[in-house]
């Protein structure tokens, strides 16, 4: 397997949208130009609002991420869920002309064993065309794909390494010293990046890359190159900015900030609503005060 393809700045991609909620392409045109310069893109994942978007408008998501990719970045696609025959039958019928690789979340809701979600990442890694990096988020699936279990299934040919957004820095620093050389920790939590780097980490899939593409590339690549100060200086001028991306759900705030900047409008589709007044105006405070920080070359 070919485990360059995502190493460093990923950005989870939004999905933006008109007023009426369509799939807005001319945004999308130009958050794609605006983040040219990371390292992969990831279509499809919870930032792109994945829950509420049909399969029709992810099949022309993906197209047109295809024709619209200047640099021709590898493209990184969800494709999970918590049935995994519903899965399978999934990885049949898409056109992977344009995937480089799967991103496949934890299942949700259902709770399953270690040895449950051991036998369903491997069976999705078993008919997977191309390499699968685990998803493991348990804020939002209520199931940790623990230690013991990542290391099993990183002895999988075709599971090529781990998207970690567990909030246990003791459990990140276990995968870095045992995981396989070649196999891949990368940061599922912006604040968390420098900390999973520190573990033998190989980047972040970002959501403030969608925004600040240069801060998060900056504070990657200072990491590759081991100018840990250079990093921490970076992620201290993006932590004040970094809570409020959650603050009423992700992907409101960030889809907020891409408002500001002139990419695209803050609609979301229910259950999400747009950020609140009160939101509204922390954001565009802390997003002057990053600004002002980067003109000044801080």
């Known amino acids: 397997m070919e485990t360059n393809l995502f190493r460093g700045t990923g950005v989870a991609l939004a999905t933006p949208f008109k007023a009426d909620l369509e799939v807005d392409f001319q945004g999308l045109e ?7 310069k990371l390292d992969y893109f990831v279509v499809n994942g919870t930032t792109g609002e994945s829950p ?31 049935n995994t025959q ?43 065309p191309v390499p699968v990096i685990l998803y493991n988020v348990p804020g939002r ?37 045992y995981k396989p050389q070649q196999f891949l920790l990368i940061s599922g939590d912006d604040m ?25 590339k900056s504070l990657v690549d200072a990491c590759f190159e081991g100018q840990w100060q250079q990093a921490q200086d970076t992620l201290e001028v993006l932590l004040p900015i970094n809570p409020l991306m959650y603050k009423e759900s992700n992907p409101v705030g960030i889809k907020k900030i891409l408002e500001i900047l002139g990419i695209c409008g803050p609609q979301v589709r229910l259950p999400l609503v747009v950020a ?23």
Do not use: W
Request: some cysteine.
């Open 30 to 36: 130009r958050l794609l130009k605006h983040t040219q």
């Open 52 to 82: 509420t978007v049909n399969l029709k408008e992810r099949q022309n998501i993906l197209s047109f991420v295809a024709e619209h990719n200047a640099g021709n970045l590898p493209v990184l696609y969800g494709m999970g869920g918590n």
């Open 86 to 128: 519903r899965v399978l039958h999934q990885l049949e019928k898409t056109d992977f002309s344009h995937i480089q690789g799967i991103l496949s979340v934890c299942p949700y809701y259902n709770k399953p064993t270690q040895e449950g979600l051991f036998q369903h990442f491997s069976r999705i890694a078993d008919h997977a």
């Open 141 to 177: 699936t209520s199931c940790n794909l623990e230690v013991e279990t990542t290391l099993r299934l990183a002895e999988h040919p075709n599971i090529l390494g781990i998207k970690e957004a567990a909030q246990d820095l003791n459990q990140i620093q276990k995968i870095g010293k």
């Open 192 to 216: 968390n990046t420098l900390a999973v780097m520190r573990a033998g980490g190989s980047g972040v899939i970002s959501v403030l890359a969608n925004a600040f593409p240069y801060f998060m």
């Open 276 to 298: 609140s007044d009160t939101l509204d105006q922390k954001i565009r405070q802390a997003c002057h005060a990053l600004m002002e920080n980067k003109k000044s070359g801080g």
